[in-house]
């Protein structure tokens, strides 16, 4: 817990500034978690040609899958 409190308050700035602005990062995180599970999916299965276009299907909303 002191480890945590510590690295908080290294880093107070960046907490004030999530805790107090109206804005925030979370709909590019949920991109990039959406991304990397994708990734995790098609480990050793395909290239990246066929991650990139997997990518840019789930970008658009479809949720079928290249791989069947």
Do not use: P
């Amino acid at each position: 817990m002191h480890t945590f409190v510590t690295g908080l308050g290294q880093d107070l700035d960046a907490v004030v500034a999530g805790l107090s602005l109206r804005y925030s990062s979370g709909a590019v995180e949920g991109q990039n978690n959406k991304i990397k599970m994708l990734k995790r999916q098609m480990f050793g299965r395909a290239n990246f040609d066929l991650l990139r276009k997997r990518v840019l299907l789930t970008a658009r909303g479809r949720s079928g899958s290249l791989l069947c």
